[in-house]
């Protein structure tokens, strides 16, 4: 038979490690939440540079497209930055 006092220990033991466990699994899921907007926000990134690289005719007509140029280079190598730290 097993005393109060050790079931006591042993239940607030477990408690602890299921408590751990799960902040564990939020913090895991906040930085898989934060990888995949990384990914989103790079894709896109991506997605307008090439539209910057080869721009349609009316892109072209309606001018702006080197100041959008200047501003996916500056996100570009601003994130390149922030990669190698």
Same mark, same amino acid.
């Given at each position: 038979?097993?005393?109060?006092?050790?079931?006591? /220990?042993?239940?607030?033991?477990? =408690?602890? /490690?299921? *408590? @751990?466990?799960?902040?564990? $699994? *939020?913090?895991?899921?906040?930085? +898989?939440?934060?990888?995949?907007?990384? /990914? $989103?926000?790079?894709?896109?990134?991506?997605?307008?540079? @090439?539209?910057?690289? @080869?721009?349609?005719? =009316?892109?072209?007509? $309606? +001018?702006?497209?080197?100041?959008? &140029? !200047?501003?996916?280079?500056? /996100? @570009?190598? *601003?994130? !390149?930055?922030? &990669?190698?730290?």
């Amino acid at each position: 038979m097993i005393d109060p006092v050790s079931t006591i /220990a042993i239940a607030t033991s477990a =408690f602890s /490690a299921l *408590k @751990k466990g799960m902040q564990v $699994g *939020k913090d895991l899921q906040d930085m +898989g939440n934060q990888l995949s907007q990384w /990914a $989103g926000a790079m894709s896109d990134l991506d997605y307008a540079d @090439k539209q910057t690289q @080869k721009p349609s005719v =009316f892109q072209i007509l $309606g +001018g702006g497209i080197e100041q959008q &140029a !200047m501003e996916v280079f500056s /996100a @570009k190598k *601003k994130e !390149m930055r922030c &990669a190698l730290n």
